[in-house]
C-alpha cells in the first residue's frame, strides 16, 4: 500500500495569497454605514480577487453554513448601488444614477471611481440583487403558493418545469420597473469585455432558478437544463424590452412558446436516445447469441 | 503553513457583509444568525461551535463530490460493460460480479445523492467518461478475465487512493477544529465515514480482482499502467471541469 | 549624432548596468535596513545608488530643473508618445468636473490637487474635461510641485490656456510629505501622475494624501510600473537602460539626469506592493486596485478615503 502514502492533493490556495491577506487583515479599515448606525470593518476584498468577482461559480453548498453572498462587493460599495438603484428607473443605468447614488449615500461625486467598471458594476448589482431577492421571496414559501394558486392547483402539485416557469417569469417581472432602460443595459452587457461577467450571471441566475424549483439533476441534464432556461431568460427579456403590454402578457405568452419549443425538442432527443440504445442493444444481443464474444 | 493560510482565508468568512446584504439574500443573515446563535453557546457540556469552512474548504468538497461521482459511475460502467463477457466464460464469478457491482451502484447512489444536496455541479465530461469507462470494460473483459480483473486492479488502486486522500485532507481538517475547539459539522462526519467505508469497499474489489489471478494478466504492466495514467488523468479533469 | 558614437553608448550602458553592485530592493514602508543602525543617517536610493535621504529631495530637484524646459518633448521621445494616450486615459477614467447640478454651494465642483504636476499636462487635460465634457465651470485645480523649475514651465504654459490667471487654476511650490497650508479634508481627487517614485518618503506622502482628501475622496496615481509579459519587459528593459539616455544626451544634452530616471523607474514597487501601501494609509481599494497600462509599463492606482475612519 506504499501508493496510498502519496501526498496530499495539491489544493488550489494560492501562495502568493497569504501575503495580501495577512497584510488585508491588518489593514483593514473601519466604516460607518449610514443606514444602520453600526461600525464594524470592511470586509476588505482579498487584493488578488479572481477576474469574476461575481456571482463566484457555485461551489460546496451545506445547509449548515452560510450561503456565500451574492456577490463581493464591499459595504461601501454595496451603499452606492443600492442608493443608485432608486434612480435607475430616472435616469437608467448611466453614470448619473451612479454618482446621485454616491451622493445619497453620503458620499462624493468623485467617489464612484470605488467602481472600477461604472455603469456595467450597476447593471451586475441590480441582477445580483434581484436574483438574491428572488431566493428571498421563494424561502419565504408564498411565491409557489402564489404560481400554484394561478393555475388553480396545490403548492405540492407543482412540477419542477411549472416551477422553473413560474420562477422564471416572476424574476422578468421585477425587471418590469426598469422595462424602458432595460435595452440598453443589455446593449452594455453585451460590450464584449463585459461578456463573461454577463454570461456567468446569467448562468448563475438560470442554477438558482433550477435549485430553487427542486431540480436535481445529476448528470448532462444539469448542463442542458441550465443552458435551456438561460436561453429562454435571454431571449424573453429581448421580447420584454419591446412588449407594450402593462402585464407583460406578451412575453408571458413567449415564455410559454420557449418552453413548448423546449419540451418538444427534449422529446425528440428522448426519442432518438431510446431508438439508437433499442439498436445497439439488438445488434450486441444479436451477436452474442450468434456466439461472438462481445 | 497550510493551516495558517487557512486560518486566514476563513476571516473574511467570519464577518459576513451582512449590513446591505439583508434584503437581497434573507437566507445569508438567516444562517450567520443561527450560527451566531451556536457560537455564542459553546460552554463547557454545550455542543462545540460549527468549524466554519473556508473557500478553498469548499472549492475542495465541490472538486472531491465531483471526481467521486464520475469514478462511481465510470465504476458501475465498467462492472456492467464486463459482466455478461466474464460470466458467460467463468459463470462462478456471477456472484462476485453481482456483488460489486451492487456495491459501486450503491455509491453512485449516495454519491448522486451529495451531489445534489451540495449542489454541486457535475463533471462537464459526463458523457464523455461513459463512452470510456463502457469501452474500457468491454475491451478488458474482451481480452479476457485476467486482463479484466488486472482493470479493476489498476481502477480500484487509484480510486482507493485517492479516496484515502480525501479522508487525509478532512481529517486535517478536523484536527485543525479540535486545536480552536470547534467541530465538524453532522454532515461532513458523515461524509467522511461514508468516504471511509467507500474507500474499504473499493479496496475489498481489489483483493477480489488479485485473487482472480489479475496479475496473470498477459500484458500486465503496460495494461496496468495504461489503466492507471488514464485514471489519474480522469480525476485531474474532473476536480476542474 | 554617428552611429558609432550611438552603438558606444549602447555598449557603455550595457556594462555600466553589469557592474552595478546587486543592491537588495528596500520599500519605505518596511525601512528594516535604517532600523537596524539608527545611528546613520538614514539612506535612500537614488536610482540604483544610496543616497542619505536629506540628500535625495536636492539631487531630484537638480534632474527636473535640469529637463524643465525639454520634459514634453523628451517625454514623446521616450514612450514614443504614448505618455499621451496613458494620460488621456488617466483623465477620462476619472471623469473630473459634476455633470449634475449640486446640491449646496459647498459641493460646487471639484477641489483637485495635482502633486507634482509642474508642467501642468495633467491638470490642464483635467479641467479641459470638466468643462467640455462635464460643462463645469467650478471644478478648481491646484498644482503643487516641489521644484520651481517645473512650476515655472507650468506658468509658461498655463499662459496658452484660458485657465490662465482664473480662480480655477493655481501654483504651489510644496513638498508633498508635508503640505501644512492645505486643510484636512478639503481636497476631492488628489492626483500625482509619474511623480510618486521621486518621492524621498512614498508612505508619508501616502498618509499626507490621506489627511488633506474629503471623506469619499480618491487617490488616484499614475506610476511607471513592472511589466507582467516576460518578452515584453525584456524589450522594455533594453529599451529603457539603452535608448533613454542616449535619447537625453542627444536631445537634452543630459545623460545622467534620464540615467536617473530609468533607475528610479526600475527601484518603484511593483503594482502589488503600491497597493499594500495605499491600503497602509488608510485607503479603501476598488476592485482590484490597479489597472495595468501597456502590459504593466505603466500603472493607475486609485484608493478611496473611506466615509468615517475610526
Known amino acids: 500500500m506504499a501508493h496510498l502514502a502519496r501526498t496530499l492533493p495539491r489544493r488550489a490556495l494560492p501562495t502568493q495569497l497569504t501575503p495580501y491577506l495577512r497584510r488585508a487583515q491588518a489593514l483593514s479599515t473601519i466604516t460607518i454605514q449610514p443606514t444602520p448606525q453600526r461600525t464594524r470593518p470592511t470586509p476588505t476584498p482579498t487584493p488578488n480577487q479572481p477576474k469574476t468577482p461575481l456571482a463566484q461559480l457555485r461551489t460546496y453548498h451545506s445547509t449548515l453554513h452560510p450561503r456565500l453572498p451574492d456577490h463581493e462587493y464591499t459595504n461601501s460599495q454595496t451603499a452606492i448601488l443600492t442608493a443608485a438603484l432608486d434612480h435607475v428607473p430616472a435616469h437608467g443605468f448611466t453614470s448619473t444614477a451612479l454618482t446621485l447614488g454616491a451622493r445619497d449615500a453620503g458620499f462624493l461625486d468623485v467617489s464612484v471611481q470605488l467602481l472600477p467598471r461604472g455603469e456595467f458594476d450597476l447593471i451586475l448589482f441590480w441582477l445580483a440583487s434581484r436574483r438574491g431577492l428572488l431566493r428571498g421571496k421563494v424561502e419565504e414559501g408564498g411565491l409557489f403558493r402564489r404560481i400554484a394558486a394561478e393555475k388553480g392547483k396545490d403548492v405540492y402539485e407543482l412540477g419542477v418545469e411549472e416551477r422553473v416557469r413560474g420562477l422564471l417569469l416572476e424574476r422578468l417581472r421585477m425587471n418590469d420597473e426598469v422595462r424602458h432602460v432595460w435595452q440598453d443595459a443589455l446593449a452594455q452587457m453585451s460590450l464584449l469585455s463585459n461578456i463573461p461577467l454577463s454570461l456567468t450571471e446569467l448562468h448563475a441566475l438560470a442554477s438558482d432558478i433550477l435549485t430553487l424549483s427542486g431540480d436535481a439533476s445529476v448528470d448532462a441534464a444539469w448542463y442542458t437544463r441550465r443552458l435551456a432556461v438561460s436561453a429562454i431568460y435571454a431571449s424573453s427579456e429581448v421580447v420584454m424590452t419591446r412588449d407594450p403590454t402593462p402585464d407583460l402578457s406578451e412575453t408571458a405568452a413567449f415564455v410559454e412558446r420557449r418552453f413548448e419549443d423546449r419540451q418538444a425538442i427534449a422529446d425528440k432527443f428522448t426519442g432518438l436516445g431510446q431508438c439508437a440504445s433499442f439498436g445497439w442493444n439488438t445488434a450486441v444481443g444479436l451477436g452474442r447469441s450468434w456466439g461472438l464474444k462481445i | ?241 | 549624432m554617428s552611429s558609432r558614437s550611438a552603438w558606444r553608448a549602447l555598449h557603455y550602458s550595457a556594462k555600466r548596468r553589469a557592474f552595478q553592485p546587486p543592491t537588495p530592493y528596500r520599500c519605505f514602508s518596511c525601512t528594516t535596513r535604517a532600523q537596524s543602525k539608527p545611528e546613520d543617517e538614514r539612506m535612500t536610493h537614488f536610482g540604483f545608488t544610496n543616497v542619505p535621504e536629506s540628500e535625495k529631495e536636492t539631487r531630484v530637484g537638480a534632474v527636473f530643473s535640469s529637463v524643465a524646459a525639454s520634459y514634453d518633448r523628451m517625454n514623446d521621445l521616450m514612450s514614443l508618445g504614448i505618455h499621451r494616450l496613458w494620460k488621456d486615459h488617466f483623465v477620462r477614467s476619472l471623469n473630473p468636473g459634476s455633470c449634475l447640478p449640486a446640491l449646496t454651494a459647498d459641493q460646487r465642483g471639484w477641489n483637485i490637487l495635482d502633486i507634482a504636476g509642474g508642467t501642468g499636462d495633467i491638470a490642464f487635460r483635467m479641467l479641459d474635461h470638466a468643462t467640455n465634457i462635464n460643462h463645469d465651470m467650478e471644478t478648481r485645480v491646484t498644482i503643487s510641485d516641489i521644484n520651481a523649475d517645473m512650476l515655472a514651465e507650468g506658468r509658461k504654459r498655463s499662459l496658452d490656456t484660458p485657465y490662465y490667471n482664473t480662480n480655477r487654476l493655481s501654483f504651489v511650490e510644496a513638498n508633498a510629505e508635508h503640505m501644512p497650508h492645505i486643510p484636512d479634508a478639503s481636497v476631492d481627487l488628489y492626483t500625482v501622475v509619474f511623480g510618486i517614485r521621486n518621492f524621498t518618503d512614498k508612505q508619508a506622502a501616502l498618509n499626507e494624501a490621506f489627511r488633506v482628501l474629503k471623506p469619499g475622496g480618491v487617490f488616484a496615481c499614475m506610476e511607471f510600473s513592472k511589466v507582467d509579459n516576460p518578452v515584453l519587459d525584456g524589450i522594455y528593459k533594453r529599451w529603457n537602460f539603452s535608448a533613454i539616455p542616449l535619447i537625453g544626451q542627444v536631445v537634452a544634452g543630459d545623460r545622467d539626469s534620464y540615467q536617473y530616471l530609468v533607475e528610479s523607474i526600475e527601484r518603484f514597487p511593483s503594482q502589488e506592493e503600491f497597493r499594500g501601501m495605499i491600503q497602509k494609509a488608510g485607503f479603501m481599494i476598488p476592485g482590484q486596485g490597479f489597472e495595468n497600462l501597456t502590459g504593466g509599463i505603466a500603472a493607475i492606482h486609485k484608493g478611496i478615503k473611506p466615509i468615517v475612519k475610526a
Not at chain 2, 109 to 129: C, D, E, I, S
Not at chain 2, 138 to 143: D, E, I, K, N, P
Not at chain 2, 164 to 193: C, F, H, P, T, Y
Request: proline share 5%.
Open chain 2, 1 to 241: 503553513m497550510r493551516n495558517c493560510a487557512l486560518k486566514l482565508c476563513r476571516q473574511p468568512m467570519r464577518a459576513p457583509s451582512s449590513v446591505f446584504l439583508d434584503f437581497l439574500a434573507p437566507s445569508t443573515v438567516k444562517y450567520s444568525q443561527c450560527r451566531h446563535a451556536s457560537t455564542t453557546a459553546g460552554t463547557a457540556g454545550e455542543p462545540k461551535p460549527r468549524y466554519v469552512l473556508s473557500k478553498e474548504q469548499r472549492e475542495f468538497m465541490d472538486s472531491a463530490l465531483r471526481v467521486n461521482q464520475a469514478g462511481e459511475l465510470a465504476a458501475t460502467l465498467i462492472y456492467t460493460a464486463q459482466t455478461p463477457q466474464i460470466v458467460r466464460s467463468y459463470p462462478h464469478l456471477r456472484p462476485l460480479m453481482k456483488h460489486m457491482y451492487d456495491q459501486e451502484a450503491g455509491h453512485l447512489k449516495t454519491f448522486n445523492g451529495l451531489v445534489a444536496k451540495h449542489q454541486v455541479r457535475p463533471t462537464a465530461m459526463y458523457p464523455a467518461w461513459e463512452v470510456a469507462a463502457t469501452f474500457l470494460g468491454w475491451s478488458t473483459a474482451a481480452l479476457g478475465r485476467e486482463a479484466a480483473m488486472a482493470c479493476t486492479e489498476a481502477v480500484e488502486t487509484e480510486i482507493g487512493s485517492h479516496y484515502n486522500d480525501q479522508v487525509r485532507e478532512i481529517l486535517s481538517w478536523e484536527a485543525d477544529a479540535e486545536r480552536r475547539g470547534e467541530e465538524l459539522d453532522e454532515e461532513l462526519k458523515d461524509m467522511l465515514a461514508t468516504f471511509r467505508r467507500i474507500r474499504d469497499e473499493e479496496l475489498e474489489h481489489l483483493d477480489h480482482a488479485v485473487a482472480n489471478d489479475s496479475k496473470e494478466a498477459k500484458p500486465y504492466d503496460p495494461l496496468v499502467d495504461v489503466i492507471r495514467f488514464g485514471c489519474r488523468t480522469a480525476i485531474k479533469i474532473s476536480e476542474k471541469i
